[in-house]
T-cell receptor, first 115, second 114 residues
């Protein structure tokens, strides 16, 4: 069984500052992928970043980076230079090698960016 | 533009009625999924289909039914057997086993039972 844990129900950050959203995972699959999605108040799910379990380097996509610590089973999302438009719900998700395409999602973290 | 279209965006239903949520994709993806989201919660998998004419139950399939007669379409029926159907429903698609396995989502359908 796979499990994703996001322990921060809500986070606040000042505009232009960096923020880290925590994600820990548990799986017995030797090969897996980790995803972060953003969900604005409109409801759609926006893919942000992906990290494969065998990737040697941490993933980066513009202002988003993933702090992947395999031994600690953590995959934290770092957003640099926060913008007001970053205010949203953020979900961490995992795809295991034996999941046949099914993602497991965490409970989410609501991020609020203050001006 | 390629994407996933869900309809209706908002739906109201009386208790005891079945309703069907539509999901159409033109991404040529083999796999399609239905997730349910309750307020302040993560997404839970209802049903998924990896190929036409085949589908599998997810974690919370009770009270729901699906069909996959065409590659492009994966409608979800919320039956009267679903005890607490008020929720936000998201449809997604992917190309499993290739690339990252990223899910592409529709904009969701919000169902309210009156």
């Amino acid at each position: 069984a796979q499990k994703i844990t996001q322990t921060q129900p809500g986070m606040f950050v000042q505009e232009k500052e960096a923020v880290t959203l925590d994600c820990t995972y548990d799986t017995s699959d030797p090969s897996y992928g980790l995803f972060w999605y953003k969900q604005p108040s409109s409801g759609e799910m926006i893919f942000l970043i992906y990290q494969g379990s065998y990737d040697q380097q941490n993933a980066t996509e513009g202002r988003y980076s993933l702090n992947f610590q395999k031994a600690r089973k953590s995959a934290n999302l770092v957003i640099s230079a926060s913008q007001l438009g970053d205010s949203a719900m953020y979900f961490c998700a995992m795809l295991g090698g034996t999941s046949y395409g099914k993602l497991t999602f965490g409970q989410g973290t609501i991020l609020t960016v203050h001006p | 533009d390629g994407g996933i279209t869900q309809s209706p965006k908002y739906l109201f239903r009386k208790e005891g009625q079945n309703v069907t949520l539509s999901c159409e994709q033109n991404l040529n993806h083999d796999a399609m999924y239905w997730y349910r989201q309750d307020p302040g919660q993560g997404l839970r998998l209802i049903y998924y289909s990896q190929i036409v004419n085949d589908f599998q139950k997810g974690d919370i399939a009770e009270g729901y039914s699906v069909s996959r007669e065409k590659k492009e379409s994966f409608p979800l029926t919320v039956t009267s057997a679903q005890k607490n159907p008020t929720a936000f429903y998201l449809c997604a698609s992917s190309i499993p086993f290739t690339g990252t396995g990223e899910l592409f989502f529709g904009e969701g359908s919000r169902l309210t039972v009156l």
